[in-house]
C-alpha cells in the first residue's frame, strides 16, 4: 500500500502560470459590466434604452443592497408590453431619448454616463410629471416591492395577516422603518 502525502506540491513554474492565467480574468471581466449584460436582455426596446431604464430605476428607488438583477426583472414587463404595444414602445423610446437629450444639454453626455446620482436625480425630478416617467416609477413600485425575494434585503418580514397580524406578532419590531 502507497501513502500519499496530503499537501499538494507547489512548484514555481506551476504556481506562476496559475497567476499569470488568473490576472487575465479580472481584466477580461472589468471589460464587460453588469449593465451591458442586463441590457442585452432588451431585443425590443434597444440595449442603449435598457441601459437607461436600469440607471433610471437605480436612481427612482436606490437600494445599495439589490443588485441589478431585481432592477431588470421588475423593468422586463416593459420589454415584453412593448413587444406588443407599439405606443408603449414609442412611449419609452422616446421618453429615454428626451432624457438622454435633458442630459446632454445640461452635462455634455448622456444619462447614464453622468458620474454623480445628484445630477441624475435633477434631471429625472424635471421629468416627474411626464407620462414616461410615471410610467416607468409607477410600475417599478410593484415590480421591484413586490418581489419576495427582495423582502428580505429590506428586512422587511412580510405580510402580517397570516401570523395573527402586528399585535400578536410584535408590532413594533419593524427596524426597516
Same mark, same amino acid.
Given at each position: 500500500?502507497?501513502?500519499?502525502?496530503?499537501?499538494?506540491?507547489?512548484?514555481?513554474?506551476?504556481?506562476?502560470?496559475?497567476?499569470? =492565467?488568473? *490576472?487575465? +480574468?479580472? &481584466?477580461?471581466?472589468?471589460?464587460?459590466?453588469? @449593465?451591458? %449584460?442586463?441590457?442585452?436582455?432588451?431585443?425590443?426596446?434597444?440595449?442603449?434604452?435598457?441601459?437607461?431604464?436600469?440607471?433610471?430605476?437605480?436612481?427612482?428607488?436606490?437600494?445599495?443592497?439589490?443588485?441589478?438583477?431585481?432592477?431588470?426583472?421588475?423593468?422586463?414587463?416593459?420589454?415584453?408590453?412593448?413587444?406588443?404595444?407599439?405606443?408603449?414602445?414609442?412611449?419609452?423610446?422616446?421618453?429615454?431619448?428626451?432624457?438622454?437629450?435633458?442630459?446632454?444639454?445640461?452635462? =455634455?453626455? *448622456?444619462? +447614464?454616463? &453622468?458620474?454623480?446620482?445628484?445630477?441624475?436625480? @435633477?434631471? %429625472?425630478?424635471?421629468?416627474?410629471?411626464?407620462?414616461?416617467?410615471?410610467?416607468?416609477?409607477?410600475?417599478?413600485?410593484?415590480?421591484?416591492?413586490?418581489?419576495?425575494?427582495?423582502?428580505?434585503?429590506?428586512?422587511?418580514?412580510?405580510?402580517?395577516?397570516?401570523?395573527?397580524?402586528?399585535?400578536?406578532?410584535?408590532?413594533?419590531?419593524?427596524?426597516?422603518?
Amino acid at each position: 500500500m502507497r501513502i500519499l502525502e496530503k499537501l499538494p506540491q507547489v512548484q514555481r513554474r506551476g504556481f506562476l502560470a496559475g497567476a499569470a =492565467g488568473m *490576472s487575465v +480574468v479580472p &481584466i477580461a471581466a472589468l471589460s464587460v459590466t453588469p @449593465s451591458v %449584460l442586463h441590457a442585452a436582455s432588451f431585443k425590443v426596446l434597444g440595449s442603449q434604452t435598457g441601459v437607461t431604464l436600469l440607471r433610471m430605476a437605480r436612481d427612482i428607488y436606490p437600494h445599495d443592497k439589490l443588485t441589478d438583477r431585481y432592477y431588470l426583472q421588475a423593468l422586463m414587463p416593459h420589454e415584453k408590453a412593448a413587444a406588443k404595444n407599439a405606443a408603449l414602445k414609442k412611449l419609452i423610446t422616446d421618453g429615454v431619448s428626451e432624457l438622454n437629450a435633458q442630459a446632454r444639454a445640461r452635462f =455634455g453626455t *448622456s444619462y +447614464v454616463a &453622468i458620474p454623480k446620482e445628484a445630477d441624475r436625480v @435633477s434631471l %429625472l425630478k424635471g421629468m416627474e410629471q411626464t407620462p414616461f416617467f410615471q410610467k416607468i416609477r409607477g410600475d417599478m413600485v410593484t415590480g421591484l416591492y413586490d418581489n419576495k425575494q427582495v423582502w428580505p434585503m429590506l428586512g422587511y418580514e412580510g405580510s402580517s395577516w397570516q401570523k395573527g397580524g402586528y399585535v400578536n406578532r410584535g408590532f413594533n419590531d419593524i427596524n426597516w422603518l
